[in-house]
């Protein structure tokens, strides 16, 4: 047997859709566990829509989450002349024909085929008409061959055996009237100059996929495996469309979500392995296998996605954490100023504590990015008279004290409880907003600590 290769082919017509991604990640892990190749192909036939930005930010995407391809990108718009040369064959050989019928005969059959409620399949009017009759002014269109008798059977390395009948197939066009090859023709044909051995992807190609294995059989061909996969769907059942808020890699990456527990999630999403949750890249590959997908749709789950994220920002060295972040706020939020570098590295044992995305981290360290502290209205009515006199006791007993450390801290503090017969949060509360302008957010020890005490004093130093 050929040693195994997969691929992915998107189109570069939008960005990367999160089934895509889990298609790429599919394919890559199978070649990968069988110690064959990954070849990404991109489909950009599509001249009106396909971007070179698109096809970009796609190997982009691919590279973020750790698939890699063999290889170059195989580019399909190159190879649209042995599309052609395959479509001319096809028609010489017997199994493709040329069909005159005008768009508006074409339209008149679908319109009737919805009259009648049932699916639209070409009447196959010039299958068996002579070349003679053929009217002058109209240009053809070449279409397959299909068969009309009997059955096919697709044994599909997921669904297992699938049967149709051979006339719901249509007489599919492979060849536009200005020469322009179809999906299902270039497909097959870049699979077979590519050697691939294994199809996978989502289920909703199951079709394709049979009017592909006659194009095969018409050439002469090896036919590769199949598998089709079952399509994400959201939390309510729907199919995912890029209309929601969760369906593109990017909806991920901007809001802080590491590319290990996407890849994680993606891989479970679907696929299970005994009752193991937690995969490192090794054990992805190691034990990624086709028998453990299953066959109904997968439902996205984002309270779980960040339940992963914050399982892995918390198990991820500190150090490759500070790497991600400050990447992280390059792209989307504010570049780390240098001399904060360390503040946010020294305190990301805190920052990080329930964390359950960059963004998160991000927001949790805002009050030492930000040289003013900025106060919410709502806050800044919680700085009552008490509050200020409390504020104003605060800062003159640290100002005095040579160790600025936490037990110094607790015992400043307790003082304070104590001397006004209150209790932590009336003491803790208006500190955290005087330093972050805001009541929420890390603890006031390790604020106080991360800012140090000239910054401490200048900040309670603002209050009005």
Not at 49 to 68: P, T, V
Not at 278 to 304: A, Q, T, V, Y
Request: aromatic letters at 8%; one cysteine or more; proline letters at 3%.
């Amino acid at each position: 047997m050929s040693k195994v290769a997969t691929r992915f082919a998107p189109s570069p017509t939008g960005a990367l859709h999160i089934g895509g991604v889990r298609t790429a990640l599919f394919n890559w892990l199978y070649s990968k566990n069988q110690n064959g190749t990954f070849h990404l192909r991109i489909e950009d036939t599509d001249k009106e829509r396909s971007k070179e930005e698109h096809k970009i930010q796609i190997i982009n995407s691919l590279e973020w989450m750790g698939i890699k391809h063999d290889g170059e990108e195989y580019i399909q718009s190159k190879k649209i002349d042995e599309h052609v040369k395959i479509a001319k064959k096809l028609l010489e050989t017997g199994h493709a024909y040329k069909c005159y019928c005008s768009t508006e005969e074409i339209e008149e059959q679908k319109k009737r085929a919805k009259q009648k409620k049932i699916p639209y399949v070409y009447n196959r009017k010039w299958r068996d008409i002579s070349e003679d009759q053929a009217p002058k002014d109209i240009k053809p269109v070449i279409r397959f061959k299909s068969k009309i008798k009997g059955t096919s059977l697709l044994k599909d390395l997921v669904q297992g055996n699938v049967e149709i009948e051979n006339n719901t197939i249509e007489d599919f066009i492979i060849l536009r009237k200005d020469e322009t090859p179809t999906y299902n023709l270039s497909a097959s044909v870049d699979d077979h100059n590519m050697e691939m051995t294994h199809i996978i992807r989502g289920d909703d190609h199951k079709i394709n996929t049979f009017k592909q294995i006659q194009i095969y059989e018409a050439l002469g061909w090896s036919i590769p495996q199949f598998a089709h996969i079952p399509l994400i769907h959201t939390i309510d059942g729907k199919k995912l469309s890029k209309r929601d808020n969760a369906s593109t890699l990017e909806d991920y990456s901007k809001i802080g979500i590491l590319p290990e527990s996407l890849r994680n999630y993606l891989l479970r999403l679907g696929w299970s392995y005994k009752d193991k949750e937690i995969f490192n890249l090794d054990e992805s590959i190691k034990l990624f296998n086709l028998e453990g997908i299953g066959k109904s749709p997968s439902k996205l789950d984002m309270s779980r996605i960040l339940s992963l994220n914050e399982y892995y920002i918390k198990n991820t060295d500190e150090n490759i954490l500070y790497k991600k972040l400050k990447q992280y706020c390059e792209i989307y939020k504010e570049k780390i100023k240098e001399e904060k570098e360390n503040t946010i590295k020294n305190s990301l044992t805190f920052l990080k504590n329930k964390a359950k995305t960059l963004e998160d981290i991000f927001n949790n360290s805002k009050y030492i990015l930000n040289d003013e502290v900025i106060f919410s209205e709502k806050d800044k009515e919680l700085i009552n008279d008490e509050a200020k006199k409390i504020i104003y006791l605060f800062k003159e007993k640290i100002s005095i004290i040579k160790v600025f450390d936490r037990n110094n801290l607790e015992k400043i503090i307790n003082g304070l409880i104590e001397s006004k017969n209150t209790n932590f949060k009336s003491v803790g509360q208006p500190l955290r907003i005087m330093l972050t302008g805001s009541k929420f957010g890390p603890g006031i020890y390790d604020i106080i600590l991360s800012l140090g005490k000239n910054e401490v004093i200048k900040r309670l130093g603002n209050i009005g």
